[in-house]
């Protein structure tokens, strides 16, 4: 219905279009002109100043001692404790988020029980910071609901080796609980790719179900499952609210160790340190989305 | 081979209902906590006070200053970057597909940017930027309408492109130029109209981003809702927990209402 009105439209256009073409390509190039006006203010603009910050010193000469500085051993343990933060809640997340997920495309596209989880998840996944960060103190912080029901009710101390909610360990437990929601919310369009048929391929050709998920299944969501679990970790990494919120001494991660940068009264020389480390964190981010693009591209082959 | 498949059926359901179960004790358990929290009474019994307190806003207003200023920045917040990000984003996103499809590439490119720069690191960069802001049109928290805007790029994007994928735009704005319409005319009542639910999801995605948002605000020293939670949080917990409550309910309220949206669309394109 619609292929053949756009042939006849474009043939009436056709003679029209070269004479006017150069004026009118210029003129068209005006309405994208505010959209990368902005875009170069507000994006463009403050990446530029971070990696030239980041090669520059105080007297704004270009110098490589920020970027040297990052092998202070102070900056390293943030970068390391971030990572393995980060990687940790996002394989954590992921198995988990992975199963929820699976449960949740079994109930059909259309089901409530997959609109109420998916909701849920968004909120949990996009929203939190701040807010879990709160939600956790209310139930495991030191008078929260389940902490004081362990206390009086099981004689169970959940701190008595120490409040670790406001430290590493209560980071993991938060960030945690904002991966699983998103590993189900960027995994359930793959396993909504995978087509019944195929299952009931294996079967008819006597494969069981250990086979098909070994074979077909598994090799298939393969890409799609270690994608998400870069994205998750790239999630984890940026994340700043959360922690900002719950950590209550020191800059144990990166993101907390840039605020005190931006935030204290900078030591000298050390100005654009915040910028280097800034720096620092975008690679990995780059390094880790560039690696997710690909595992994207294989598994749109088979899952679209 | 029936059998087995109704065999595989119960036992999804069975797996189906152990985990979501499992998932909904586990991700419900906070919220029953925080809700606990804020109505426990003074001598350790139940109290409505602290939602008495949060209804009347008068109240509220006069015991909370700070956290009556972040509600009112937020609310703005939410309105002025929703409008900001479909305003920028909307005509372009349609102009490029119209008119200059080789920029398609890169206006996605663009979009999709933000994705790969935190937050903690744009702010970085955006101090600078906010103090010509400042220059220009003044201190005030609806300044982050700015920042706002790039952080909902990724998700407003994602949405538009998926909706104008949908219909055959260039039809469409062809046929109705062609019966004289101004490409104003062609944008509004034509284009609009058929991604609507498009609209609204990025215009929803938005607005959640943004009652959500801590680092910009709290690194930049102005005001909002989530900076508001955290002040309070040391002074008063249980008001910034109820705060808190009442924040990711309405964003579950919304994102659930934004299935529906979504929802509808498939159903018209199936029916017609």
């Known amino acids: ?29 005006l309405g994208v002109l505010p959209f990368f006006v902005f875009v170069a203010v507000f994006l ?40 393995t933060l980060s990687a940790l809640t996002a394989v954590l997340g992921a198995a988990v988020g992975a199963l929820v997920a699976y449960a949740v495309v079994t109930a059909g596209p259309d089901s409530v029980v997959r609109r109420l989880v998916t909701s849920a998840c968004g909120v949990l996944a996009q929203f939190g910071g701040v807010t879990l960060a709160f939600a956790f103190i209310a139930t495991i912080g030191i008078s929260g609901f389940v902490t004081v029901f362990l206390r009086d009710s099981l004689g169970v101390d959940i701190f008595s080796g120490g409040v670790w909610l406001f430290d590493l360990p209560g980071l ?22 995978v087509r019944p048929q195929w299952r009931e391929a294996t079967e008819s050709l006597g494969g069981s179900t250990w086979y098909y998920w070994r074979h077909v299944a598994g090799p298939l969501l393969a890409p799609a499952f270690l994608g998400s679990t870069l994205l998750l970790f790239a999630n984890a990494f940026s994340a700043y609210a959360t922690a900002a919120a719950l950590v209550s001494q020191g800059s144990p991660i990166v993101p907390l160790q840039i605020r005190s940068a931006l935030t204290s009264e900078v030591l000298l020389g050390r100005e654009n340190l915040g910028k280097a480390m800034a720096l620092g964190m975008v690679v990995v981010v780059a390094l880790v989305m560039w690696l997710y693009g690909l595992l994207q591209r294989r598994t749109s082959r088979w899952l679209d | 081979m029936a059998g087995l498949r109704q065999r595989r059926a119960r ?20 919220l029953v906590a925080m809700f606990e929290f804020t109505t426990r009474g003074a001598g350790g019994g139940f109290s409505w006070e602290t939602w008495r307190v949060f209804f009347d806003w008068g109240a509220l207003r006069e015991a909370y200053p700070i956290l009556w200023t972040g509600m ?31 920029l398609r590439r890169l206006v996605e490119f663009v979009s999709l940017l933000p994705l790969t720069i935190p937050a903690i690191v744009l702010v970085v960069g955006l101090a600078p930027v ?3 802001v400042v220059y220009f049109v003044g201190g005030s928290s609806l300044t982050l309408t700015f920042a706002y805007v790039i952080l909902a790029l990724p998700f407003a994007y994602r949405a538009i492109d998926a909706g104008l994928s949908a219909i055959d735009v260039r039809t469409l704005s062809e046929a109705a130029r062609s019966l004289g319409a101004g ?14 639910s498009a609209v609204l999801s990025a215009a929803f995605l938005t607005v959640a981003l943004v009652l959500g948002e801590f680092t910009i605000a709290s690194l930049l020293n102005r005001d909002n809702i989530q900076v508001a939670i955290n002040q309070l949080g040391k002074s008063s917990a249980t008001m910034s927990v109820a705060v808190s409550l009442a924040a990711l309910v309405l964003a579950f309220v919304l994102l659930f209402l934004l299935s529906f949206a979504g929802r509808r669309r498939h159903r018209e394109r199936k029916t017609s």
């Open chain 1, 44 to 83: 463009f603009i403050p990446t530029l100043v971070v990696v030239i910050g980041a090669f520059g010193g105080d007297d704004g000469r270009p110098t490589f001692a920020n970027i040297q500085a990052l092998a202070d051993g102070y900056i390293v343990d943030a970068f390391v404790r971030s990572i």
């Open chain 1, 1 to 29: 219905m619609t292929a053949p009105t756009t042939g006849t439209l474009d043939q009436v256009k056709a003679p029209t279009t070269p004479r006017v073409r150069g004026g009118r390509r210029r003129a068209d190039l």
């Open chain 2, 11 to 30: 036992r999804q359901r069975a797996l189906r209902w152990v985990v979501v179960s499992l998932f909904a004790v586990l991700f419900l358990l906070p």
């Open chain 2, 130 to 132: 906010y103090a010509w």
């Open chain 1, 172 to 193: 993991v437990l938060v960030y945690t609980y904002f991966q699983i929601p998103l590993m189900v919310i960027v995994f359930l369009p793959a396993l909504d790719g």
């Open chain 2, 183 to 196: 490409w104003a005319t062609v944008m509004w009542k034509v284009v609009l109209p058929n991604i609507r």
């Open chain 2, 72 to 102: 009112k920045a937020s609310f703005w917040l939410v309105l002025l970057s929703a409008a900001a990000t479909l305003v920028l984003l909307v005509p372009t996103v349609v102009w490029v597909r119209l008119r200059l499809p080789r």
